[in-house]
């Protein structure tokens, strides 16, 4: 599967915004898919999974209650809703897909990745 991540931009603190993933073919539905992010100088780190039926998702403590996961499978794209937006949350943007389905944290048990989308928050 090939993913296309879009939708970065620049916000300001307290702002939202609202990344896209989309995905070519057929089997976009049968894959769990996480957003990760990287800031410069730092490590590539978990930001948001969801199942492959949407039905479980998770994400980390960083981002609860301001990020939102979500999909629709009849479209092969998958969401994160970003909302409080602080100046930690900059950072480069990744989308990936797991072939097993879940929603996990863990970056290695996913096969394939997106571009990355840039999210810069201002102060």
């Known amino acids: 599967v090939q993913l296309q991540a879009s939708g970065g931009g620049l916000v300001q603190a307290g702002g939202s915004l609202r990344v896209s993933c989309a995905a070519s073919g057929r089997t976009f539905s049968t894959y769990g898919m996480g957003w990760f992010r990287q800031a410069p100088g730092k490590e590539r780190e978990f930001v948001a999974a969801?199942?492959?039926?949407?039905?479980?998702?998770y994400d980390t403590d960083s981002v609860k209650g301001r990020f939102t996961i979500s999909r629709d499978n009849a479209k092969n794209t998958v969401y994160l809703q970003m909302n409080d937006l602080k100046p930690e949350d900059t950072a480069v943007y990744y989308c990936?897909?797991?072939?097993?389905?879940?929603?996990?944290?863990?970056?290695?048990?996913?096969?394939?990745w997106g571009q990355g989308t840039l999210v810069t928050v201002s102060s």
């Open positions: 990936a897909a797991e072939a097993g389905g879940r929603a996990t944290p863990n970056l290695y048990e996913y096969e394939f």
């Open positions: 969801i199942s492959w039926s949407g039905l479980s998702t």
